[in-house]
């Protein structure tokens, strides 16, 4: 993944954030979480862990997607 730091290009990884509603781990939806909330996330995780220079929020429902991550 290409992303920009300190006006460079930089190269490093994704992290995808999945937060679901579910009451039976058959079926399952994203949490709607607030839009200030995610900003502020993908500035801290971007800021403070080396090498990660994007994050995405999955809202995919359950089916297809699958609440387990491998």
Known sequence: MTGVRDGKRDFGFQIE????DS?????GSPT???YTL???LAKRITS???GV?????NITTKPPSTIEAV
């Open 17 to 20: 954030v999945r937060c679901w």
């Open 38 to 40: 995610l900003t502020g």
């Open 48 to 50: 403070e862990v080396p």
């Open 23 to 27: 009451t039976d781990a058959v079926t």
């Open 32 to 34: 709607k979480l607030p």
């Open 53 to 57: 220079v994007s994050v995405t929020y």
